[in-house]
């Protein structure tokens, strides 16, 4: 079968190239692949930012059609429309794994990074991470279930109230993820970005976020001030990974804020304002991917019409195209990317 490889480490080294199709253990399941997204982490791979064990076959965002299961699979059967969350691989002793928050686990192995992902027309998955899709959750949307994942576990981490306004920093797909979910628990919802990012700023007008603001003309300041009589955001979701932004989150939180880091840095050291935590009492909030807990919450607010995942795909191509599909997202021209796999 054809399959999107990272061969190597370093920038570059993809090819779509012939791979033998997997075979299954008795606790994995086959899934033959309908959609799969194009993350932030996949243009990082390429250009080598990222690591991964190479040579594997990227993709870790993707829905399909169970085409076979293991022995000892009970939990979904040939036929089933799915998708599969990225964990492939858990100790299963530490104290994260027995809580379910595998996430963490030290030795933990990821599909589309160091297992074989869904860039390709069959992918397997332990049966663990394999979710049936509700009826109202089609291929297409079901392929955000992870991104999705990972923002409900930010905004579950942010414990978001009914009545609290929630700060956005970012509209790519994570903050307009991000976004929704915050507004379907009832927050009022600002969410920011740059001149650059207009399709995505549109959009969030579009899925009906309460005030979508380009902090290059406008006071997002003297809106957050307005909305909470001076005092400032309950939360803030950092979802862009710039260091400025920072900042602009710490000034926009009320004292006993809470902020969250949902994007990835560029680098591991940045300077901080602790300054302003300490006097604040602001709390800081750490938020890695998505665990368990977060999958069946995903699934049903896309089912519940409370999420639009599909809305935030603006392209399409089979796997041939990835190199455009990438140049797309790395410009700024897309806001979500989907690839078809090749007969």
């Not at 990225?86 to 160091?114: A, D, M, P, W």
């Not at 297409?140 to 981490?157: G, R």
């Amino acid at each position: 079968m054809k399959a999107l490889v990272k061969k190597e480490a370093g920038y570059g080294h993809m090819e779509v190239m012939d791979v033998e199709e997997p075979e299954i253990g008795p606790d994995q399941v086959k899934i033959e692949v309908k959609y799969a997204g194009v993350c932030g982490t996949d243009l990082h791979t390429y250009e080598g930012r990222y690591k991964v064990k190479a040579p594997v076959t990227l993709g870790h965002e993707f829905s399909g059609e169970v085409v076979a299961v293991g022995d000892h699979v009970t939990n979904v059967q040939v036929g089933d429309r799915v998708t599969s969350e990225t964990t492939f691989y858990i100790c299963g002793s530490c104290e994260y794994c027995k809580s379910g928050h595998y996430n963490l686990c030290s030795t933990r192995k990821g599909l589309g990074t160091q297992q074989n992902g869904g860039f390709a027309k069959y992918v397997v998955a332990r049966k663990e991470s394999v979710h049936r899709l509700p009826h109202n959750v089609d291929y297409l949307s079901a392929a955000l279930t992870e991104p999705l994942a990972c923002a409900h576990h930010a905004v579950s981490k942010a414990a978001v109230k009914r009545g609290e306004v929630a700060v956005v920093l970012g509209p790519g797909p994570i903050g307009l993820l991000t976004a929704q979910i915050a507004k379907s628990r009832g927050a009022t919802v600002v969410i920011t970005g740059l001149e650059k990012d207009k399709i995505r700023l549109d959009k969030a007008l579009e899925l009906g976020i309460d005030y979508v603001i380009n902090i290059q003309s406008e006071d997002v300041k003297k809106l957050v001030d307005s909305l909470t009589e001076e005092y400032g955001a309950d939360v803030v979701l950092e979802c862009t990974g710039a260091v400025p932004a920072v900042t602009m989150g710490l000034d926009l939180l009320a004292k006993k804020g809470r902020y969250v880091q949902v994007g990835i840095f560029g680098t591991a050291e940045i300077p901080v304002d602790f300054e302003k935590i300490i006097q604040k009492e602001i709390k800081v909030i750490g938020c890695r991917s998505q665990n368990p807990f977060d999958w069946g919450p995903s699934l049903q607010l896309m089912n519940d019409q409370k999420v639009n995942a599909e809305a935030l795909v603006t392209h399409r191509f089979d796997l041939s195209q990835w190199e455009q599909a990438f140049k797309l997202m790395k410009n700024g021209e897309a806001i979500k990317v989907v690839l078809t796999p090749l007969q």
